[in-house]
C-alpha cells in the first residue's frame, strides 16, 4: 500500500510541475501585449514602473513645461498646433520619440523635433500617459 502512495504522490508532482512551466492557463501572453511586441516593450507604464518614485517625472509638469503653449490647455489645438485627441498614450509614445530620433512625420515634423528633442524617455512617457487616451 505505501509504495503506491509514494508512486502517486510523485506522479501529481510531476504533474503539478508540468503545469508550471507553461505560464499563463492558455500558454499564451496577455493579448493586449500581443498585438505588437514594439510597443509593450515601451510601454511608457513600464518605463516609469522601472523608475524609483523619485525619478518619475509627472506628466502634467512635462506637458506644461513643454507642450502647452502650442498643443493647448487639455492638448485641445492652437492655430496650426493640431489637437492631441484619438492616440492610445503607446502611439503617442511613439510618435514622440519618433519625432526625437529625426524621422518625417506630417509637414511640421521639424517643430516637433525641436519641441521634444531635450525629452528623456521618462519624460516622453510620463506625458504620454498624461496626453494620451
Ligand atoms: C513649438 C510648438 C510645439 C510644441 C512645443 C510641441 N508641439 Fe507637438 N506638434 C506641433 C506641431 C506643429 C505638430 C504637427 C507636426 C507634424 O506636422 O508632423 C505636432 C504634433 C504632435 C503630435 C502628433 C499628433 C498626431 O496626431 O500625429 C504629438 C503626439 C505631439 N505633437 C505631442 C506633443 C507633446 C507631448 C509636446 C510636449 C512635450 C509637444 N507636442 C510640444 C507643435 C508643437
Given at each position: 500500500m505505501k509504495p503506491f502512495?509514494?508512486?502517486?504522490?510523485?506522479?501529481?508532482?510531476?504533474?503539478?510541475?508540468?503545469?508550471?512551466d507553461s505560464g499563463a492557463p492558455n500558454g499564451k501572453a496577455d493579448p493586449a501585449l500581443e498585438e505588437s511586441p514594439a510597443q509593450a516593450?515601451?510601454?511608457?507604464?513600464?518605463?516609469?514602473?522601472?523608475?524609483p518614485p523619485e525619478d518619475q517625472p509627472y506628466?502634467?509638469?512635462?506637458?506644461?513645461?513643454?507642450?502647452?503653449?502650442c498643443?493647448?490647455?487639455?492638448?485641445?489645438?492652437?492655430?496650426?498646433?493640431?489637437?492631441?485627441?484619438?492616440?492610445?498614450?503607446?502611439?503617442?509614445?511613439?510618435?514622440?520619440?519618433?519625432?526625437?530620433?529625426?524621422?518625417?512625420?506630417g509637414p511640421q515634423t521639424a517643430v516637433m523635433a525641436k519641441?521634444?528633442?531635450g525629452l528623456s524617455e521618462a519624460e516622453i512617457a510620463a506625458v504620454s500617459i498624461y496626453a494620451g487616451e
Open positions: 502512495h509514494i508512486a502517486t504522490s510523485l506522479f501529481l508532482l510531476a504533474t503539478l510541475a508540468a503545469c508550471g516593450a515601451n510601454n511608457p507604464a513600464d518605463i516609469l514602473a522601472a523608475l506628466g502634467l509638469d512635462v506637458f506644461t513645461a513643454k507642450c502647452v503653449q498643443h493647448g490647455n487639455l492638448g485641445l489645438g492652437i492655430d496650426n498646433n493640431p489637437a492631441l485627441t484619438g492616440l492610445t498614450r503607446s502611439a503617442m509614445q511613439q510618435k514622440m520619440l519618433a519625432y526625437r530620433a529625426g524621422k518625417t512625420m519641441a521634444v528633442a
